[in-house]
């Protein structure tokens, strides 16, 4: 009776633990299939419990990218590689896509087997940590390390002196500026850099917006590391994480010492000074969020084409491929479907490239309000479109077939008050998905069943396979 209630115990404390660990817990069952996620996996993640008990490697929402945002396949997950290798997993970096929010969020894995004797009772742990931050922090490094203005970036905890607040991060004009190397400030506080003249109404008005998380600009007079005095104008920032909670405060500083001679000397030209301040802000903030735009631009370019908008060739092959694995565990056929827009040279030749590329557009659009999220569908190439999609029903791909063919047939593209229709030809292979089903060889079959729609007159599908 005491063993049972010192293992109880033990079993509630190990729970108690997980469920406030500050890391990520998932535990999977041989299958792959989810048992348990602490609370902070749930956060991260922005799944409830009730959305991932029970689901497998294999589902088809699960989308992770390799540091590089290369597409991991399915077998390179870090439970399959645990599983399939019988080995742990350290310290690696993975990113995921979640579709509710643009950015990649990344994560360090560990993962490990615990063996219990046999596969079938064994269970499989993966802990995460959110590194997001520390990931994407200086993304734009070469861009601080090289421009004119100083940057220093601290901790928001503790600012009070005389430890805080801890200085993290200093660019090379700051060096240059100071006179102090990077390994001499970090660890310690700006306060280093302030002497018996830097006005203590400044630096108090710094300290009170520090204490409240606010933005706040100032000039002050500093110190470099042979004494010499400075006047630094200095915007200060908060800088929050992906939860809103702010954990840094970065400082963009410019010497301003001939300008501030200059105010001294020529009070006249204080609002013209002030203007030029206000310019420059706006043009800092301008550059600021085309830098943002152009990363997300970025990683989404991996995954969208571009011109269509809808989910590009690389992309698709990573999802047919899941689609598959997602039947073969239904016992279900797959639809594989080669689509091939009709006439489009004709269209091409009589009104221009630019008109095919809006009839581009409209097709693809009629796609994506067709297929449903769990379906793969991409742009293949230039007038092609592929997709992959499990059958559950005998009459589910003639239906599929028949909305897409109305569908577009119902769209219609106006160029100078002249409306331009078109058709699609559609070829479908289906098959029962099982291990060795190859993706490549059913497509071709599609292309081959789209021909021969083609022949028979356009707009039509032919349907090939069980």
Not at 156 to 182: M, R
Not at 388 to 415: G, S, Y
Not at 433 to 444: H, Y
Request: charged share 25%; hydrophobic share 40%; net charge negative.
């Amino acid at each position: 009776m005491e063993n049972s209630e010192s293992g109880l115990a033990n079993d509630l404390n190990l729970k108690r633990l997980l469920e406030h660990a500050h890391i990520g817990v998932v535990i999977h069952a041989w299958d792959t299939s989810v048992v348990y996620a602490n609370p902070t996996a749930l956060r991260l993640m922005r799944l409830s419990y009730e959305q991932i008990i029970g689901k497998t490697a294999y589902d088809p929402e699960w989308h992770f990218v390799d540091e590089a945002g290369k597409i991991i396949g399915v077998d390179d997950y870090p439970v399959n590689k645990v599983k399939n290798q019988n080995t742990r997993l350290e310290n690696e970096i993975v990113g995921a896509i979640d579709g509710s929010q643009p950015d990649i969020s990344w994560f360090l894995v560990n993962a490990y087997l615990e063996n219990s004797g046999s596969p079938e009772t064994s269970f499989i742990v993966v802990t995460f940590n959110d590194i997001t931050e520390s990931k994407q922090l200086f993304s734009f490094r070469d861009i601080v390390e090289n421009t004119q203005d100083i940057v220093i970036v601290t901790e928001a905890n503790p600012i009070d002196s005389p430890v805080g607040p801890n200085i993290i991060y200093v660019n090379k004009a700051f060096e240059q500026l100071t006179g102090y190397t990077q390994d001499e400030v970090i660890g310690e506080t700006p306060r280093i850099l302030q002497g018996a003249l830097t006005d203590k109404q400044s630096t108090q008005r710094i300290h009170d917006a520090l204490a409240k998380q606010e933005a706040v600009t100032e000039t002050l007079l500093n110190y470099d590391s042979s004494g010499r005095p400075y006047w630094l104008e200095i915007n200060i920032m908060p800088l929050t994480n992906k939860y809103g909670e702010v954990t840094h405060f970065a400082a963009i500083e410019r010497d301003v010492s001939e300008r501030k001679f200059h105010l001294e000397q020529l009070k006249t030209k204080n609002e013209d000074l002030k203007a030029l301040k206000v310019t420059l802000e706006k043009r800092v903030e301008e550059r600021t969020n085309e830098l943002m735009t152009a990363k997300i631009t970025l990683e989404q370019i991996a995954f969208i084409d571009q011109l269509t908008n809808i989910p590009n060739r690389r992309y698709f092959i990573d999802q047919a491929t899941k689609v598959i694995y997602s039947a073969q565990r239904q016992a279900l056929p797959v639809a594989f479907g080669f689509i091939d827009v009709d006439n489009f040279k004709k269209i091409n030749d009589s009104h221009g490239h630019s008109v095919g590329d809006e009839v581009l557009k409209a097709v693809a659009s009629c796609f994506a309000n067709t297929f449903r999220k769990e379906d793969a569908f991409c742009r293949y190439g230039g007038e092609e479109f592929a997709f992959a999609v499990i059958v559950k029903e005998n009459e589910d791909t003639e239906n599929l077939a028949n909305r897409l063919l109305a569908a577009v047939r119902n769209t219609k593209v106006t160029i100078e008050n002249v409306e331009i229709y078109f058709t699609i030809s559609l070829g479908i292979k289906i098959n029962q998905a099982t291990s060795t089903t190859d993706f490549e060889l059913e497509l071709k079959d599609a292309d081959e069943a789209m021909y021969q729609a083609k022949k028979e007159g356009k707009d039509k599908y032919v349907i090939v396979g069980n």
